[in-house]
C-alpha cells in the first residue's frame, strides 16, 4: 500500500521494535506471541477444530435418534457424548471463536498497533486451550456423563463418582477464567488504544459489539469460574454449596451457571450482530442506517439479556415473581432486537447488494436468528415455557439461534476478514453450497424437532418410544443434522485450502470504510505505519475520498527552469524520450 | 413484486441465489399460516383447564413469532431482489433521520409491553387452583388459591398426591398411605395436587396433556395441579437430563370414574398388605433378622 495522504495528520514515528528480531521456527513464534493476530489466528483455528469435534458429536447422538428404542449408542455413551457435546459447541466453540475474530479485528479497527496487555491475552488462550484439552482428555478414562448443564446433586459425588464430573468443571472453569482474562485485555485495548479521534460514537460497529461481548463475558465468565470452583470444593473436599440435606442449594448452581450460559448466549449473538452489521453496510455499498441506534441496540441486548437468564429456570422452585422479572427482560429485549432487525432491513434497502459470500451468510444468519429469536420471544411467556422448556420445541428454537449466531454469523465474518487474516479470498462456489446445505439443514433439523416438542419429546434423551409421529419427525431432524454438518465442514474445508491457495487479493477487496482494510493483508506486526486521525465513522472512506480529491485536483507545481535554456529542451522533451541523467 | 422489469426474465431463472431465497421464502408463506391450523404445531389437547389457557396462550404466542419470521425474511428476500447490484445502480447513502429511531422503538415497545401483561394474566390463570367439578371426587363451591401459599381451609380440601421422583421412576403416594409407581390413578373432574419432591437428582414432572412442567428438587416441596376433564390414559416423561437411564422415566396418569378409583384404592392397599406380609412371612420362614436385612437389601438393589 503506497503510503497515506497529506489530509491525515503527519506520520508520528513510533519505535516498534527495540532489537532484531531472533530467528524461529514459526510455530515457536506463534506459540510464544502475544500479537493480537497470532492470538486471533489461534483461537479461531482452535474454536473451529472444536467445531468438527462437537459437529461430530451431533451426528453420533442423530444417528442414535434415527429409528426409535435405537440401540446404536448405549445409554452411557449417549450421556458422555451429550455432556461434552454441550460444553464444546457453546464454551469450546462458540465464545472463542467470537473472541478469535474480536482479537484478530479489534485493533486494527480501531486503529491500534497492539493490545494493551499482550501478555495477558496470550494467558487467556492458554488457558482456554488447557480447558479444552483437560475436557477432552477426559475420553482416555472417563468422560463426564451428567448433562449438558451438570446440575447438583446428579453432578456431585453421590451420583456421579467418576472423574468425568471433574473434567467439565475444570475444563469449562479453566475455559471460563480464559474468557475473563482475554475480555480484560480487549477491553483495556478498546479503552486505551484508539486511534485519535477514534471517540466511542465513531468507533465501528463489530468494536462496539466486542465492547458488549467483552463485558458480557468478563461478567458471566468469573460467575462461572466461581461456580466450577464451588462445585469442584463440594464434589472434592465435603463442601454443601450445592447439598439441599446440609443446608446448601442446588437452585444455586441453577442460578450461576444459567447466567454464564445465558450471557455465553449474548456474548456469542451480540458478536453475530456487530459482524451482520458492517458486512451489511460495506456490501449495500451504504453506510449503516443509523451507526448510534445500532451500537446503542447492541448495548441493550448485552445488558437486558444478561437479566434474563432466569428464563431457563421457569420449572424452578423459585417464587413467582423472579420468573415475572425473567419475562420482563426477556420481552424488553424485543425493542433493541427489533431495532437492529430495522436498522439491518434499513441499511439493505436502497444499496446495491453485492452478493457475494459474506452477505449472504449475513443474510442466512439474519433468516435464522429470526426463526430462533421469534421462538425464544413464544418461550419467554411463562405459560408456554412451562409447556414447552425442556422439550426439543425449545431445544429447536436455541439451535436456530446459536446457528443463526455462531455458525452463519461467524461464518460471514470468517469470510468477510479471511482476506485481510491470510491475504487471499475464500472460493466463492464452495461457499454458496455450504451456505445452501446449512440453511437447508438447520431447518430440516429444527423444524421436525419443534414439532416433536410439541408431542411431548423432552430434551437430551438416548431414545425415544414409537408414538405418534416421532419416528418420521426424529429421521428428518437426523438427515437434516447430517446436512447441516455437510455444509460446516464444507467451509472448514474452504478455509484449510484457501489459507494456501486462495486467490491472492489486496489489502482492501471488499472496499470496507473501516480501519482494519487500511492496513496491508495479512497486517505487518505492528499494524499500521502511519495511524491515520479518525473524522468520522467511515474513516477510510474519508482517506480515499480525500486521496481523490487531491488526485484530482492536482496539477504539476510550475518548474522553474533558465528561460534562456528553454527552447531546446522543450523540442527534446516532445520526443517523449527519457531524460538522460 | 415490485421489481423493476429492467432485465429480461431469463436472467432471473440464471440466478440460483436469488430462486433459492424466493423458493424459500414462499414455501415459509406457505407452510407457517396453514400449518398454524393444522394438526403439526398444535400442542397436545388440553384435558385440564391449566392445559386449555396455556393452548390458548400458546397459540397467541404462535401467531406473533410467524408474524415476526414472515415479516422479517420476507424483506430481506424483498431486498435482495429489489436492490442487487447491477450496472448503473449507485447506492442511495441514506441515514436514519432524527425520529425513525424513537417511533420503531416505541411501536416495538408497545408489543412488548402487551404481551407482558398477557403473559401474567394467562399465567395467574394457569396457576390458580380450580375447584372439583361436579362430577368429582369431592364436589366444592368456586374458590382459588395461589401455589405458593397454603390453601384456605375449607371443606373442599383438593385431592393431595405426593409424587416423588427417583431415578428413574415416579412413586405417587395417596392421602390414604398406598402409593404406586409410575401409573397414578386420579378420578375424573377432581382437583388433584400434585407435592413434588425428589429423593435423588433434579427431576421434571411433565404431562403434556395435564398442563404445566415442574421440577421435584430434593429439600423442596413444589406444588401443580390439574384436573383432569375426561377418562383415559395420559402419557408423559421427566424432562430434565437425570442420568444414564433418563429416557425410560416416563410416567402414565390414567383417570377413572370416582367409583373405579375407590375400588382401586381398596385393591392396590390390599394387594400391597398381601405383598407386606408375604416379604414378612419369608422373612420368618428363613428366619431371623439377618435374613430380614438380605431380603431388604435385594429389594433396595
Given at each position: 500500500?503506497?503510503?497515506?495522504?497529506?489530509?491525515?495528520?503527519?506520520?508520528?514515528?513510533?519505535?516498534?521494535?527495540?532489537?532484531?528480531?531472533?530467528?524461529?521456527?514459526?510455530?515457536?513464534?506463534?506459540?510464544?506471541?502475544?500479537?493480537?493476530?497470532?492470538?486471533?489466528?489461534?483461537?479461531?483455528?482452535?474454536?473451529?477444530?472444536?467445531?468438527?469435534?462437537?459437529v461430530?458429536?451431533?451426528?453420533?447422538?442423530?444417528?442414535?435418534?434415527?429409528?426409535?428404542?435405537?440401540?446404536?449408542?448405549s445409554?452411557?455413551?449417549?450421556?458422555?457424548?451429550l455432556?461434552?457435546?454441550?460444553?464444546?459447541?457453546?464454551?469450546?466453540?462458540?465464545?472463542?471463536?467470537?473472541?478469535?475474530?474480536?482479537?484478530?479485528?479489534?485493533?486494527?479497527?480501531?486503529?491500534?498497533?497492539?493490545?494493551?496487555?499482550?501478555?495477558?491475552?496470550a494467558?487467556?488462550?492458554?488457558?482456554?486451550?488447557?480447558?479444552?484439552?483437560?475436557?477432552?482428555?477426559?475420553?482416555?478414562?472417563?468422560?463426564?456423563?451428567?448433562?449438558?448443564?451438570?446440575?447438583?446433586?446428579?453432578?456431585?459425588?453421590?451420583?456421579?463418582?467418576?472423574?468425568?464430573v471433574?473434567?467439565?468443571?475444570?475444563?469449562?472453569?479453566?475455559?471460563?477464567?480464559?474468557?475473563?482474562?482475554?475480555?480484560?485485555?480487549?477491553?483495556?485495548?478498546?479503552?486505551?488504544?484508539?486511534?485519535?479521534?477514534?471517540?466511542?460514537?465513531?468507533?465501528?460497529?463489530?468494536?462496539?459489539?466486542?465492547?458488549?461481548?467483552?463485558?458480557?463475558?468478563?461478567?458471566?465468565?468469573?460467575?462461572?469460574?466461581?461456580?466450577?470452583?464451588?462445585?469442584?470444593?463440594?464434589?472434592?473436599?465435603?463442601?454443601?454449596?450445592?447439598?439441599?440435606?446440609?443446608?446448601?442449594?442446588?437452585?444455586?448452581?441453577?442460578?450461576?451457571?444459567?447466567?454464564?450460559?445465558?450471557?455465553?448466549?449474548?456474548?456469542?449473538?451480540?458478536?453475530?450482530?456487530?459482524?451482520?452489521?458492517?458486512?451489511?453496510?460495506?456490501?449495500?455499498?451504504?453506510?449503516?442506517?443509523?451507526?448510534?441506534?445500532?451500537?446503542?441496540?447492541?448495548?441493550?441486548?448485552?445488558?437486558?439479556?444478561?437479566?434474563a437468564?432466569?428464563?431457563?429456570?421457569?420449572?424452578?422452585?423459585?417464587?413467582?415473581?423472579?420468573?415475572y422479572?425473567?419475562?420482563?427482560?426477556?420481552l424488553?429485549?424485543?425493542?433493541?432486537?427489533?431495532?437492529?432487525?430495522?436498522?439491518?432491513?434499513?441499511?439493505?434497502?436502497?444499496?446495491?447488494?453485492?452478493?457475494?459470500?459474506?452477505?449472504?451468510?449475513?443474510?442466512?444468519?439474519?433468516?435464522?436468528?429470526?426463526?430462533?429469536?421469534?421462538?425464544?420471544?413464544?418461550?419467554?411467556?411463562?405459560?408456554?415455557?412451562?409447556?414447552?422448556?425442556?422439550?426439543?420445541?425449545?431445544?429447536?428454537?436455541?439451535?436456530?439461534?446459536?446457528?443463526?449466531?455462531?455458525?452463519?454469523?461467524?461464518?460471514?465474518?470468517?469470510?468477510?476478514?479471511?482476506?485481510?487474516?491470510?491475504?487471499?479470498?475464500?472460493?466463492?462456489?464452495?461457499?454458496?453450497?455450504?451456505?445452501?446445505a446449512?440453511?437447508?439443514g438447520?431447518?430440516?433439523?429444527?423444524?421436525?424437532m419443534?414439532?416433536?416438542?410439541?408431542?411431548?419429546?423432552?430434551?437430551?434423551?438416548?431414545?425415544?418410544?414409537?408414538?405418534?409421529?416421532?419416528?418420521?419427525?426424529?429421521?428428518?431432524?437426523?438427515?437434516?443434522?447430517?446436512?447441516?454438518?455437510?455444509?460446516?465442514?464444507?467451509?472448514?474445508?474452504?478455509?484449510?485450502?484457501?489459507?494456501?491457495?486462495?486467490?491472492?487479493?489486496?489489502?482492501?477487496?471488499?472496499?470496507?470504510?473501516?480501519?482494519?482494510?487500511?492496513?496491508?493483508?495479512?497486517?505487518?506486526?505492528?499494524?499500521?505505519?502511519?495511524?491515520?486521525?479518525?473524522?468520522?465513522t467511515?474513516?477510510?472512506?474519508?482517506?480515499?475520498?480525500?486521496?481523490?480529491?487531491?488526485?484530482?485536483?492536482?496539477r504539476?507545481?510550475?518548474?522553474?527552469?533558465?528561460?534562456?535554456?528553454?527552447?531546446?529542451?522543450?523540442?527534446?522533451?516532445?520526443?517523449?524520450?527519457?531524460?538522460?541523467? | 413484486?415490485?421489481?423493476?422489469?429492467?432485465?429480461p426474465?431469463t436472467?432471473?431463472?440464471?440466478?440460483p441465489?436469488?430462486?433459492?431465497?424466493?423458493?424459500?421464502a414462499?414455501?415459509?408463506l406457505?407452510?407457517?399460516?396453514?400449518?398454524?391450523?393444522?394438526?403439526?404445531?398444535?400442542?397436545?389437547?388440553?384435558?385440564?383447564?391449566?392445559?386449555?389457557?396455556?393452548?390458548?396462550?400458546?397459540?397467541?404466542?404462535?401467531?406473533v413469532?410467524?408474524?415476526?419470521?414472515?415479516a422479517?425474511?420476507?424483506?430481506?428476500?424483498?431486498?435482495?431482489?429489489?436492490?442487487?447490484?447491477?450496472?448503473?445502480?449507485?447506492?442511495a447513502?441514506?441515514?436514519?433521520?432524527?425520529?425513525?429511531?424513537?417511533?420503531?422503538?416505541?411501536?416495538?415497545?408497545?408489543?412488548?409491553?402487551?404481551?407482558?401483561?398477557?403473559?401474567?394474566?394467562?399465567?395467574?390463570?394457569?396457576?390458580?387452583?380450580?375447584?372439583?367439578?361436579?362430577?368429582?371426587?369431592?364436589?366444592?363451591?368456586?374458590?382459588?388459591?395461589?401455589?405458593?401459599?397454603?390453601?384456605?381451609?375449607?371443606?373442599s380440601?383438593?385431592?393431595?398426591?405426593l409424587?416423588?421422583?427417583?431415578?428413574?421412576?415416579?412413586?405417587?403416594?395417596?392421602?390414604d398411605?398406598?402409593?404406586?409407581?409410575?401409573e397414578?390413578?386420579?378420578?375424573?373432574?377432581?382437583?388433584?395436587?400434585?407435592?413434588?419432591?425428589?429423593?435423588?437428582?433434579?427431576?421434571?414432572?411433565?404431562?403434556?396433556?395435564?398442563?404445566?412442567?415442574?421440577?421435584?428438587?430434593?429439600?423442596?416441596?413444589?406444588?401443580?395441579?390439574?384436573?383432569?376433564?375426561?377418562?383415559?390414559?395420559?402419557?408423559?416423561?421427566?424432562?430434565?437430563?437425570?442420568?444414564?437411564?433418563?429416557?425410560?422415566?416416563?410416567?402414565?396418569?390414567?383417570?377413572?370414574?370416582?367409583?373405579?378409583?375407590?375400588?382401586?384404592?381398596?385393591?392396590?392397599?390390599?394387594?400391597?398388605?398381601d405383598?407386606?406380609?408375604a416379604?414378612?412371612?419369608?422373612?420368618?420362614?428363613?428366619?431371623?433378622?439377618?435374613?430380614?436385612?438380605?431380603?431388604?437389601?435385594?429389594?433396595?438393589?
Open positions: 500500500m503506497s503510503a497515506p495522504p497529506t489530509t491525515l495528520a503527519p506520520a508520528r514515528p513510533e519505535l516498534v521494535s527495540d532489537r532484531f528480531p531472533a530467528r524461529r521456527p514459526a510455530w515457536v513464534t506463534l506459540a510464544t506471541s502475544g500479537d493480537h493476530k497470532a492470538l486471533g489466528v489461534l483461537f479461531i483455528a482452535t474454536a473451529l477444530a472444536f467445531l468438527v469435534l462437537a461430530v458429536e451431533l451426528v453420533l447422538m442423530r444417528v442414535q435418534l434415527i429409528v426409535p428404542e435405537s440401540t446404536i449408542i445409554p452411557e455413551i449417549f450421556g458422555q457424548l455432556s461434552t457435546y454441550g460444553a464444546t459447541a457453546v464454551v469450546l466453540f462458540g465464545i472463542p471463536f467470537a473472541l478469535g475474530l474480536i482479537s484478530y479485528v479489534v485493533p486494527l479497527q480501531i486503529g491500534a498497533r497492539g493490545t494493551a496487555f499482550p501478555r495477558l491475552g494467558f487467556g488462550y492458554w488457558l482456554y486451550l488447557a480447558g479444552g484439552v483437560t475436557l477432552y482428555a477426559s475420553f482416555l478414562y472417563r468422560p463426564p456423563d451428567a448433562g449438558v448443564n451438570p446440575l447438583p446433586p446428579l453432578s456431585d459425588t453421590v451420583f456421579s463418582s467418576t472423574n468425568g471433574d473434567t467439565w468443571i475444570v475444563g469449562v472453569g479453566l475455559a471460563a477464567l480464559g474468557f475473563v482474562v482475554f475480555a480484560i485485555n480487549m477491553l483495556a485495548t478498546l479503552q486505551t488504544r484508539r486511534a485519535p479521534g477514534m471517540v466511542w460514537r465513531r468507533l465501528p460497529l463489530f468494536s462496539w459489539s466486542a465492547a458488549v461481548g467483552g463485558y458480557v463475558v468478563l461478567v458471566a465468565g468469573a460467575v462461572m469460574v466461581a461456580a466450577c470452583a464451588m462445585l469442584f470444593i463440594d464434589r472434592q473436599f465435603d463442601g454443601v454449596f450445592f447439598d439441599a440435606g446440609e443446608g446448601g442449594s442446588p437452585i444455586l448452581w441453577q442460578h450461576l451457571s444459567w447466567f454464564f450460559f445465558t450471557g455465553a448466549y449474548v456474548a456469542i449473538l451480540v458478536t453475530a450482530f456487530g459482524a451482520i452489521s458492517e458486512i451489511l453496510a460495506t456490501f449495500s455499498g451504504k453506510p449503516s442506517f443509523s451507526h448510534r441506534a445500532v451500537a446503542g441496540a447492541l448495548v441493550a441486548v448485552g445488558a437486558l439479556g444478561m437479566l437468564w432466569m428464563q431457563n429456570m421457569y420449572t424452578a422452585p423459585i417464587p413467582i415473581g423472579w420468573t422479572f425473567a419475562m420482563a427482560a426477556a424488553a429485549l424485543t425493542v433493541p432486537i427489533g431495532l437492529l432487525l430495522f436498522n439491518w432491513l434499513a441499511t439493505l434497502w436502497g444499496g446495491a447488494l453485492r452478493l457475494r459470500a459474506p452477505l449472504l451468510f449475513a443474510l442466512g444468519a439474519i433468516s435464522t436468528i429470526s426463526f430462533g429469536l421469534a421462538g425464544k420471544l413464544a418461550y419467554s411467556v411463562i405459560p408456554v415455557g412451562w409447556q414447552l422448556d425442556g422439550t426439543t420445541a425449545a431445544q429447536a428454537g436455541t439451535y436456530y439461534a446459536l446457528v443463526g449466531g455462531a455458525v452463519l454469523g461467524g461464518f460471514a465474518a470468517l469470510y468477510y476478514w479471511f482476506p485481510k487474516i491470510t491475504g487471499r479470498t475464500m472460493g466463492e462456489g464452495i461457499a454458496r453450497a455450504s451456505f445452501w446449512i440453511l437447508v438447520v431447518h430440516a433439523m429444527a423444524i421436525p419443534v414439532l416433536a416438542g410439541l408431542d411431548g419429546q423432552p430434551v437430551d434423551i438416548y431414545k425415544y418410544y414409537d408414538e405418534g409421529a416421532l419416528d418420521t419427525y426424529n429421521l428428518i431432524a437426523s438427515v437434516g443434522s447430517f446436512v447441516l454438518a455437510l455444509g460446516v465442514l464444507l467451509t472448514l474445508g474452504n478455509a484449510a485450502y484457501s489459507a494456501r491457495r486462495g486467490v491472492a487479493i489486496g489489502a482492501d477487496p471488499w472496499r470496507g470504510s473501516t480501519l482494519e482494510w487500511f492496513a496491508l493483508s495479512p497486517p505487518p506486526p505492528h499494524n499500521f505505519d502511519v495511524i491515520p486521525d479518525v473524522r468520522g467511515e474513516p477510510l472512506r474519508d482517506i480515499r475520498d480525500a486521496v481523490r480529491h487531491r488526485t484530482e485536483t492536482w504539476p507545481p510550475p518548474v522553474e527552469r533558465p528561460p534562456a535554456a528553454q527552447p531546446a529542451e522543450s523540442s527534446e522533451g516532445a520526443r517523449g524520450g527519457p531524460p538522460v541523467a | 413484486m415490485a421489481r423493476p422489469r429492467t432485465k426474465a436472467s432471473f431463472a440464471s440466478r441465489g436469488i430462486a433459492g431465497f424466493l423458493g424459500f414462499l414455501l415459509a406457505l407452510v407457517l399460516p396453514s400449518a398454524a391450523h393444522a394438526a403439526p404445531f398444535s400442542p397436545e389437547p388440553g384435558h385440564s383447564p391449566n392445559a386449555d389457557t396455556t393452548t390458548t396462550i400458546y397459540w397467541i404466542m404462535f401467531a413469532a410467524a408474524v415476526v419470521v414472515v422479517v425474511n420476507v424483506a430481506l428476500i424483498g431486498a435482495v431482489v429489489r436492490f442487487r447490484a447491477r450496472r448503473g445502480r449507485e447506492p447513502r441514506v441515514r436514519a433521520g432524527r425520529r425513525v429511531q424513537p417511533r420503531v422503538g416505541a411501536l416495538l415497545g408497545v408489543v412488548a409491553v402487551v404481551i407482558f401483561v398477557v403473559g401474567i394474566v394467562t399465567t395467574t390463570q394457569v396457576r390458580d387452583v380450580a375447584p372439583s367439578g361436579p362430577e368429582g371426587l369431592e364436589a366444592s363451591s368456586a374458590r382459588t388459591a395461589q401455589l405458593d401459599l397454603s390453601l384456605p381451609e375449607g371443606d380440601e383438593p385431592l393431595r398426591i409424587a416423588s421422583g427417583q431415578q428413574w421412576v415416579w412413586r405417587f403416594e395417596y392421602p398411605g398406598t402409593f404406586s409407581f409410575y397414578l390413578v386420579v378420578p375424573v373432574d377432581t382437583t388433584v395436587v400434585l407435592q413434588l419432591d425428589s429423593t435423588d437428582v433434579v427431576h421434571r414432572w411433565w404431562i403434556p396433556e395435564l398442563g404445566r412442567k415442574f421440577d421435584a428438587v430434593p429439600g423442596r416441596t413444589n406444588q401443580t395441579w390439574f384436573r383432569a376433564d375426561e377418562e383415559g390414559t395420559y402419557d408423559g416423561q421427566s424432562a430434565a437430563y437425570s442420568g444414564a437411564g433418563y429416557a425410560t422415566m416416563r410416567a402414565r396418569v390414567r383417570v377413572v370414574s370416582v367409583p373405579e378409583y375407590q375400588a382401586w384404592l381398596d385393591q392396590q392397599g390390599k394387594d400391597l398388605q405383598a407386606q406380609e416379604v414378612q412371612k419369608r422373612v420368618q420362614q428363613l428366619g431371623g433378622a439377618e435374613a430380614g436385612a438380605a431380603v431388604a437389601q435385594g429389594a433396595a438393589e
